[in-house]
C-alpha cells in the first residue's frame, strides 16, 4: 500500500502532466507562450525530482550508494540550469532558438547521469553471473545501434556541412544516449534478484522515456517538424518524474529474496532478441518500400524457420530449467522446500517482519529414535516414515506457515508473525498428532517429535544464528524426555556447552575408571527375600561430579557410545556376580539393561557368549533387559532372543505398558520376564489406575512370565501388587541402588 508521501508525489506529478497539457492546449497556437510554459514545467518537475534525491544521499549510510544518488543529483541539476537559461533567452529574444550553453548544460547532466548508471552497474555486477543475458544485450544494442545509425546519426551527419556544432550536439547525444540505453538494459538483468529492483526499474523507465523524447526531438528535428512545447517535452517530464519516484520508492523498498533469484532467463526474455531482429527485418523491409523478390522471400521464410525451430528449443529449455529449479529448492523425498529454500526465505521473513516490527517463529523438529527406526528396519522404511511424517506436519500447519526439511529427520517450520503463544499451539497441536502409530508395510511404528524454538528478533538478528538457538533448545527438549518443546533462552548456551563436554568426556569414561556400577535388589515380595539384583551404570567426572544417567545415556545412545559401555556393564556385572560368589553369596540372578541399539547390533550374541566363556558366568544366571521398542523390528528380534535363550541366558522387557505394547506380538517373543514400569506403580493407589497394572500382571500370569514392579516406594503400594499376585519388585521401599561391596550385607540382613 503507497504510504501518504508517494501518494503526495503521484499526485503532484499527475498533475503537473495534465496542467501542461492544459497550457499547450490553452495556447496551441502561440510558440512563445507555449515555450515558456514548458521551460517552467520541466523546472518545477526538476526540482521536485532534486529535492527526491538530496533526500535519499542524505538518508543513505552506504558511500556508495550516496555517491549514485549525488551524481544522479548533479545531472538533475545540470538540467534545471540548463532550463533557467533556455527560458531567460527565450524571454530576452523573444523567440524560440538553440542556445549553445543551455545544450553544453543538459549534455553535462547526461554525462552525469552516465557516471551514475555505471557505478551501480559495477557494485551489481559484482554479485551476479551475466553470461545468460550477454547475447540478448548484444542483440538488443545491434539492432538499436543499427536503428538509431540509420534514423539519426546517417541523417545528422550529412548535415554536418550546415553546422558542424549542431551535427557534433546531434552525435553527441545519439551516442550518450546508446550507452544509457546500453547500461539500463544491463541493469534490468542485474536487478532481477536484487533488494533494489523496484527502485531500479522505476529508474529504467525514466531513462527510457529521457532516451525517447531525444530521440523523438533529433528526428523531428532534422525533419523541420519540431515545435517546442510541443508533444516531446512531456516525455522527458515523465523522464524526470520517473527518476524523482525512484528516489522516493528506493526510501522504503521492500527488502526480497525471491527464490527465482536464478541468472537464468525465462521465457519472454530469452524471446527478446528475436523480437528485436524482427523489428530490424520490418524496419529494414520498409526502407525497400516492401519491394520483395525470390530471394529476400526466400531469406525471410529462412528467418521465419530458424526462428521457429530457436522457439521448440526455449520452450524445452524453459521446462528442463523449471525442472532444475524445482529440484534445487525441493526436498526429492517428501517434495517439501529444502534447505536452500529455508536458507533464502528466512532472510526473507526476516527483513519483512523488520519492516512491519512484528516477529517470526522458528521451529525446529527433530523425529526421536529414527536413526534407529532407519538402522533396524532399513533405509525404505525410513524413507517412508518420513515421508508420511512430512505429510502430517503439513496438515496441521497454518495456512501462513510454511515448512522444510533441511536433512534427515529434521524438519524446519518458518511461522511468519508468530508469537510465543503461537509457537505453543502449533508444537502442542504437532506433538498430539504424532501420538499416533505409523504403519509402514505392516511395521507399527511410534516415533515423537522434539521441537526447539527460537523467536526473531528476540532471540536472534542473524538467520543463522536464528536457526543455531532453535537447535540448542531442540537438544534440550531431548533432554528433557522428548516428545516435547523448548524455547530458546540464554541460559541454554550453558547446557550446550554441558551437552558437548559430557560427550566428550564419555568418550574417556571407561578407560579412566570413572563408570561404576550400583546394584538395586530385587525382591520376593511376599518375604522381602532378595532373589536377584539389577545393575545400575552410574558416572563420577573428577570435576562435574555425579552425572544422572538420565543426562548421559540419552547422550551416548546418540552418539553410538552407548555399545561400548554396554559392553563394559555386561562384562563387569557378570565378574561381579561371580566375586560376590566366592565371598559366600549364594547365587542369584542379575539383571543388566541392553540398549535397543546394542540389541540389534551384528555382533551382540557373540559378545554375550565371550562375556559368558571369559568370566565363566552361568548363563542361567544372567537376565538382559530390553525395552519394549524391540518390537519394531519383531521377526528380527524373535531372532535374537531365541538365540539367546538357547545358549541359556534369560530375557526382560524393561517398562513394559508404556511404549510397543501388543499382547499379540509379546505372545510370539521368547521371554521370561516382563517389568512394569514405574509410571503405572506411582499412580496404583488411585483405584481408577489399578486395573491397568491388574491388566498387566495377568497377562503376564497367563503367559507365564515372571512379572516385575519397578519403582515400589510404599508399603501400599506393595500390598496392592501382592493382592493382585505380583510376586516380585524392586523400588527405594526396599533398598536404593548401591555400590557392589554393600549387596552381599543386603543380602545377609535380608530386606523388610
Not at 195 to 218: C, Y
Amino acid at each position: 500500500m503507497l504510504t501518504t508521501n508517494r501518494r503526495l508525489i503521484l499526485l503532484l506529478f499527475t498533475a503537473i502532466i495534465f496542467l501542461y497539457y492544459g497550457w499547450s492546449f490553452l495556447f496551441s497556437e502561440e510558440a512563445f507562450r507555449r515555450s515558456i510554459g514548458a521551460s517552467i514545467f520541466s523546472m518545477v518537475t526538476g526540482m521536485i525530482t532534486l529535492v527526491l534525491l538530496l533526500n535519499v544521499v542524505k538518508k543513505s549510510s552506504s558511500g556508495s550508494k550516496r555517491n549514485f544518488w549525488l551524481l544522479l543529483g548533479t545531472g538533475v541539476f545540470l538540467n534545471i540550469i540548463g532550463n533557467v537559461i533556455f527560458l531567460f533567452s527565450i524571454i530576452n529574444q523573444g523567440f524560440v532558438s538553440v542556445y549553445d550553453f543551455s545544450f553544453l548544460l543538459w549534455l553535462g547532466a547526461y554525462i552525469f547521469y552516465l557516471m551514475a548508471l555505471v557505478q551501480k552497474t559495477k557494485s551489481l555486477s559484482n554479485s551476479t553471473a551475466n553470461s545468460p543475458f550477454t547475447f540478448n544485450i548484444i542483440v538488443f544494442m545491434t539492432v538499436s545501434v543499427t536503428i538509431s545509425i540509420h534514423f539519426l546519426i546517417t541523417p545528422i551527419w550529412l548535415l554536418s556541412e550546415n553546422s558542424f556544432f549542431l551535427t557534433m550536439i546531434g552525435l553527441f547525444y545519439t551516442i550518450t544516449d546508446l550507452s544509457i540505453l546500453f547500461l539500463i538494459t544491463y541493469l534490468y538483468y542485474l536487478s532481477k534478484s536484487s533488494k533494489e529492483r523496484p527502485m531500479i526499474v522505476l529508474l529504467i523507465f525514466g531513462f527510457i522515456f529521457q532516451i525517447t523524447g531525444d530521440s523523438a526531438f533529433l528526428y523531428l528535428t532534422l525533419r523541420e517538424a519540431y515545435q517546442h512545447g510541443g508533444a516531446i517535452e512531456p516525455i522527458w517530464l515523465l523522464g524526470l518524474m520517473f527518476i524523482g519516484l525512484a528516489a522516493l520508492f528506493s526510501e522504503e523498498t521492500s527488502v526480497e529474496n525471491s527464490l527465482n533469484n536464478s541468472t537464468y532467463l525465462d521465457n519472454s526474455e530469452t524471446v527478446f532478441p528475436y523480437i528485436s531482429v524482427i523489428i530490424l527485418m520490418v524496419l529494414g523491409i520498409h526502407s525497400y518500400h516492401y519491394e520483395f523478390n525470390a530471394l529476400s522471400i526466400g531469406m525471410l521464410l529462412i528467418f521465419i524457420m530458424i526462428v521457429s525451430r530457436q522457439f521448440v528449443i526455449i520452450r524445452k529449455n524453459k521446462i528442463l530449467m523449471d525442472e532444475y529449479k524445482y529440484l534445487a529448492y525441493h526436498d526429492s523425498l517428501t517434495g517439501l522446500n529444502n534447505r536452500a529454500s529455508f536458507n533464502e526465505q528466512l532472510i526473507h521473513y526476516m527483513d519483512e517482519a523488520k519492516q512491519a516490527q512484528s516477529s517470526v517463529g522458528l521451529l525446529l523438529i527433530d523425529l526421536d529414535r529414527f536413526k534407529l527406526v532407519n538402522d533396524t528396519l532399513g533405509h525404505h522404511i525410513g524413507d517412508r516414515l518420513l515421508e508420511i511424517a512430512a505429510q502430517r506436519l503439513q496438515y496441521v500447519l497454518n495456512e501462513d506457515d510454511v515448512l522444510y526439511r533441511i536433512g534427515g529427520d529434521e524438519f524446519v517450520v518458518i511461522s511468519p508473525n508468530a508469537t510465543e503463544e503461537n509457537c505453543i499451539e502449533i508444537s502442542e497441536t504437532i506433538i498430539k498428532e504424532f501420538r499416533a502409530s505409523f504403519i509402514v508395510d505392516h511395521h507399527d511404528i511410534s516415533i515423537s517429535p522434539s521441537i526447539g524454538i527460537s523467536l526473531y528478533p528476540r532471540n536472534a538478528e542473524e538467520s543463522q544464528q536464528l536457526l543455531k538457538n532453535a537447535d540448542f533448545a531442540m537438544y534440550l527438549a531431548k533432554g528433557n524426555g522428548r516428545n516435547s518443546y523448548c524455547f530458546f533462552h540464554s541460559d541454554l548456551n550453558d547446557a550446550l556447552t554441558r551437552k558437548v563436554k559430557i560427550e566428550n568426556e564419555l568418550r574417556r569414561a571407561i578407560e579412566r575408571n570413572q563408570l561404576v556400577l550400583y546394584y538395586q535388589p530385587i525382591v520376593d515380595l511376599k518375604t522381602g527375600q532378595p532373589t536377584g539384583v539389577e545393575a545400575l551404570v552410574r558416572w563420577f567426572h573428577p570435576e562435574m561430579g555425579s552425572i544422572s544417567p538420565a543426562e548421559f545415556i540419552p547422550i551416548a545412545e546418540e552418539t553410538g557410545q552407548i555399545i561400548p559401555i554396554g559392553d563394559w556393564v555386561l562384562e563387569t556385572a557378570c565378574k561381579q556376580n561371580l566375586a560376590w560368589q566366592k565371598e559366600g553369596l549364594p547365587p542369584v540372578t542379575i539383571s543388566v539393561n541392553v540398549s535397543v541399539r546394542q540389541f540389534q547390533h551384528t555382533d551382540f550374541i557373540a559378545k554375550v557368549k565371550n562375556v559368558l566363556e571369559t568370566t565363566g558366568h552361568k548363563p542361567a544366571l544372567l537376565e538382559l533387559e530390553i525395552t519394549e521398542s524391540i518390537m519394531q523390528n519383531v521377526n528380527e528380534s524373535i531372532n535374537i532372543l531365541k538365540q539367546l535363550k538357547d545358549i541359556g541366558v534369560k530375557t526382560a522387557i524393561d517398562d513394559f505398558g508404556t511404549g510397543y505394547s501388543s499382547l499379540h506380538i509379546l505372545k510370539k517373543l521368547p521371554i521370561d520376564t516382563i517389568k512394569v514400569d514405574k509410571l503405572f506403580i506411582d499412580d496404583i493407589t488411585d483405584e481408577a489406575n489399578q486395573p491397568i497394572v491388574k491388566t498387566i500382571i495377568d497377562i503376564g500370569a497367563n503367559l507365564n512370565l515372571r512379572v516385575i514392579a519397578e519403582g515400589i516406594e510404599t508399603i501400599e503400594q506393595a500390598n496392592i501388587l501382592t493382592q493382585y499376585q505380583c510376586h516380585f519388585g524392586q523400588g527405594y521401599l526396599y533398598s536404593k541402588p548401591v555400590p557392589a561391596e554393600m549387596v552381599p550385607g543386603t543380602f545377609r540382613g535380608q530386606i523388610k
